[in-house]
Each structure stands twice: as structure tokens, then as C-alpha cells.
């Protein structure tokens, strides 16, 4: 059977029906390309009829405003719809043919072409590195992955891989596209949950990290059922510090920091709640 293109309307929200914001350069551009033929014509047509100077201000104010939010504006966004999403199209066709998504986390020496045999490594599994970020750590380098690859590829084979471009402490889990989500923006987005609530800070946290809020502090105890999990501690000004576990997938110290970073958010609106002014 043959597959169908991916069409802006794939992007389409499964609740509400819209479709994500086009990027702002390419909304611009085809705004100014429905727009413009609407003002020459307007402006044309009223500097010939014989007005009052106000009356033609007025007039040409009033036409070319109605006309570009009721017809340019909508007119462009129809007719344009597959250019002006085409970026998150490519994206989504990207993920679409990916097969399989891995999670990765591995340490590498800090030498030049390390990375790069690493990358031919997973080429010769027929494997792909969708992003990835790097940070310092005691003998090397730790980058995190998201690794693509095609039906069929399964956690050892990315493990293999990774092992023979290489890469030690090598941890691979599989994921979802959601992996591949704006970092930056899910991080402000949440700095700003904490600030309007410091009382969210600990789901906030969770969401950033994925990780679990251990609520019940006996399951870190001796005998509980997470005795010996890794615990990630983020102090907090009003209570005894928050816990996280996420079994399976260490916490990093860039992870330690951004919680960090949270906490301090709550820390300080909590302050300027207690003393106004």
C-alpha cells in the first residue's frame, strides 16, 4: 500500500482541532505576499476618489484593516498551510519513518573524534543520532542521545553499538518522540508554573526530569521497596527536602541543577511573599 504524504492537517491538535503556530518568519512573509496586492488596490482606489484628505485617511484605514484580517490573513493561512507548517511537516515525516526510538546516555573520552565513531558505529547498524547534548564528567564527556533506527532494532543492538564506537557506562531505554521536545521552552514553561505556585514545585520537578515524587519517604527506608534506588534530593525553604527516584536512568548533574534552579524560583517568590515590598 502506497503511504499517504503527511499533510498539514496531520498536525492538526486532537482536542481542540488547531494547528501549531507557524514560525514567525514564514508567517510574516506570507501575510506581506497576501497583503500588499490588498493595499495597492485600496490605496489606488481611494487617492482617486474625490475626498476630503480625512475622509481618505479614514476610509483607507478602515477598508485595507476589514479586508486584511477577514480575508488577506485567513486567505494566506489556507493557501499557504503546507509551506508555512513545512518545517514541523519535515519533522514529523522524520519521526514517522524513524522506526524505533532509543534513549541513550553514554560516556566518552574527551578526545577529538570520539563523537564521530561513535555516529559510524550506530551507521553501521543503520542507526541515526537525532540530537543529543553534552556535559563534563569525572573522565570524559557524558552525552545524552536519541538515537533512531529501523524496525527490528532492539535495546542491545543500540547497546552494541554504542559499546563498539567506544562509548562506556552505556544505558539505553527506548522513548517516544516526545524526547525530542524543545528542552529550553518545557523548562521556561515550567519556571513559570513554579513562580505563579511554589507549591508546584515538586511536580514541576517530576515533569521536568521524568521522574517520580516520592511522596511516602518509608519506601526509600531499609526493607522499603525502593531501598537502593538513586535518590535525587532538592532542598526547599518551607520543608524538609523533596525527593525523586527514576529507576533505571541515573540522574546527571545537569539534571541536579535545573531542580535546583526550580527550587531556588520557589525559594525566592515564597521570600517576597512572606516580607511585601
Not at 476618489?49 to 481618505?56: F, R
Not at 573522565?139 to 547497546?159: C, T
Request: charged fraction near 20%; proline fraction near 8%.
Amino acid at each position: 500500500m502506497t503511504k499517504r504524504p503527511a499533510s498539514a492537517s496531520d498536525l492538526a491538535c486532537g482536542s481542540c482541532g488547531q494547528l501549531p503556530r507557524p514560525g514567525r518568519t514564514r508567517l510574516t512573509a506570507a501575510n506581506v505576499a497576501a497583503m500588499l496586492p490588498i493595499e495597492l488596490l485600496v490605496h489606488a482606489a481611494v487617492l482617486q476618489a474625490d475626498l476630503p484628505y480625512l475622509s481618505k485617511v479614514l476610509l483607507l484605514t478602515v477598508t485595507a484593516t476589514v479586508l486584511v484580517i477577514w480575508v488577506a490573513e485567513p486567505s494566506a493561512r489556507r493557501l499557504l498551510h503546507s509551506w508555512l507548517h513545512g518545517p514541523a511537516l519535515r519533522q514529523r515525516s522524520m519521526l514517522a519513518g524513524s522506526g524505533t526510538l532509543w534513549r541513550a546516555r553514554v560516556v566518552l573520552a574527551d578526545t577529538p573524534g570520539a563523537l564521530e565513531d561513535l555516529a559510524h558505529a550506530l551507521a553501521r547498524s543503520r542507526a541515526n543520532i537525532l540530537s543529543i547534548t553534552s556535559q563534563p564528567v569525572p573522565g570524559g564527556v557524558m552525552d545524552e542521545l536519541v538515537v533512531s533506527g529501523p524496525p527490528g532494532l532492539r535495546e542491545h543492538d543500540v547497546a552494541e553499538a554504542l559499546a563498539d564506537g567506544g562509548a562506556g557506562s552505556v544505558l539505553v531505554w527506548p522513548t517516544t518522540a516526545l524526547a525530542l521536545a524543545d528542552g529550553q521552552t518545557k523548562a521556561l514553561a515550567l519556571g513559570a508554573r513554579v513562580a505563579a505556585n511554589p507549591q508546584e514545585l515538586g511536580w514541576a520537578v517530576s515533569e521536568l526530569l521524568a521522574a517520580e515524587l516520592v511522596v511516602d519517604p518509608s519506601r526509600l527506608a531499609p526493607g522499603g521497596p525502593e531501598y537502593g534506588t538513586p535518590v535525587l534530593k532538592v532542598p526547599t525553604a518551607w520543608d524538609e527536602a523533596l525527593r525523586f527516584i527514576r529507576p533505571g536512568e541515573p540522574f546527571t548533574p545537569a539534571e541536579s541543577a535545573r531542580a535546583s534552579r526550580l527550587a531556588e524560583i520557589a525559594e525566592t517568590v515564597e521570600l517576597r511573599t512572606a516580607r511585601p515590598g
